[in-house]
Nanobody
Framework: QVQLVESGGGLVQAGGSLRLSCAAS????????MGWFRQAPGKEREFVST????????YYSDSVKGRFTISRDNAKNTVYLQMNSLKPEDTAVYYC??????????????WGQGTQVTVSS
């Protein structure tokens, strides 16, 4: 069982930056690939980024590629999402996920409660 707690969301102006963190419980964090997803009002949850357990491989959606960076610190049981050049369309609740890999929501077994990111124009 893995418990995930996101933090770092907030209100930012377009062009600004935020760094999201996701702290995981359990001793097996380093064995899990991790993912970030987001869900805007009235829309389905969508893939943002994922990182392998070792941190050696990362993948991004086309909409965030070049602006967002995923990273992890296995010693701290934490995964990060650095978000730069934010746009109003990045506004959403951001969720971290574990226990799976890839782009599909249902590929992941564990989810955090989400953190709100709001980008004003």
């Amino acid at each position: 069982q893995v418990q995930l707690v996101e933090s770092g969301g907030g209100l930012v102006q377009a062009g600004g930056s935020l760094r999201l963190s996701c702290a995981a419980s359990g001793r097996t964090f380093s064995s899990y690939a991790m993912g970030w997803f987001r869900q805007a009002p009235g829309k389905e949850r969508e893939f943002v980024s994922t990182i392998r357990s070792s941190g050696s491989n990362t993948y991004y959606s086309d909409s965030v590629k070049g602006r967002f960076t995923i990273s992890r610190d296995n010693a701290k049981n934490t995964v990060y999402l650095q978000m730069n050049s934010l746009k109003p369309e990045d506004t959403a609740v951001y969720y971290c996920a574990a226990g799976g890999y890839g782009l599909a929501v249902d590929a992941y077994a564990y989810w955090g409660q989400g953190t709100q990111v709001t980008v004003s124009s």
